[in-house]
C-alpha cells in the first residue's frame, strides 16, 4: 500500500520574515539545562522552564513509527549538539494586547531560543530536523502515512 501525503494549504500564508529583534513580550537570557527533543528543550531562566518552539515541528522520539522515532532522535541529537548546557535567549511572544498569558501548552512555555543571534526554530527547520508545519501520523496497521497540516 503507497504512503500518501496529503497536503492542506490552510488560510493565506504571510510572508515570512526572520526576526531580527524580538517584540514585544518577554525576553530573558537563560541556560539550557537539557534537551527533550528536536523541538523542547528545558531553560533555567530562575527556575527551570520547559520551553516548546514556536513556530518549529520536530519529529516525536516517543512514536510507534520506527522512522519517525529515528528521526526524532536525530532530531533530538542535533539540538543536542547545537544548544544543550548553552546561555541562550529566551523570547515569549506577547498577544496583540502586550499580554503573556495563554503561553503554556502540555505544561512547556512557547516560545523562541536564540542562540548566538539564531532563532533555532528557523535553525531546526533550515537543517531538516523540524518543519514548519506540523505532520501528523496516520497507522494503517502497522504502516504510517504522513499527513502534513497546517496551521
Not at 503507497?2 to 514585544?24: D, F, L, S, T, W
Not at 533530538?76 to 502586550?98: N, Q, S, T, Y
Amino acid at each position: 500500500m503507497p504512503n500518501y501525503r496529503v497536503i492542506h494549504n490552510g488560510p493565506p500564508k504571510r510572508r515570512a520574515v526572520k526576526m531580527q529583534q524580538p517584540q514585544e513580550g518577554f525576553t530573558t537570557k537563560a541556560k539550557v539545562t537539557r534537551v527533550i527533543d528536536g523541538d523542547t528543550v528545558d531553560v533555567e531562566i530562575t527556575r527551570k522552564v520547559r520551553v516548546r518552539l514556536k513556530d518549529c515541528w520536530a519529529p516525536e522520539k516517543k512514536s510507534r513509527d520506527i522512522v519517525e522515532k529515528q528521526k526524532g532522535m536525530a532530531s533530538l541529537a542535533h539540538l543536542a549538539a547545537v544548544i544543550d548546557d548553552k546561555e541562550i535567549v529566551l523570547f515569549i511572544p506577547a498577544d496583540d494586547r502586550g499580554e503573556i498569558k495563554d503561553i503554556f501548552t502540555f505544561g512547556r512555555v512557547v516560545g523562541h531560543i536564540f542562540y548566538n543571534g539564531e532563532d533555532m526554530s528557523e535553525h531546526m527547520i533550515e537543517s531538516g530536523h523540524a518543519t514548519k508545519n506540523k505532520v501528523k501520523y496516520k497507522y494503517v496497521g502497522s504502516r504510517a502515512t504522513e499527513l502534513y497540516v497546517c496551521f
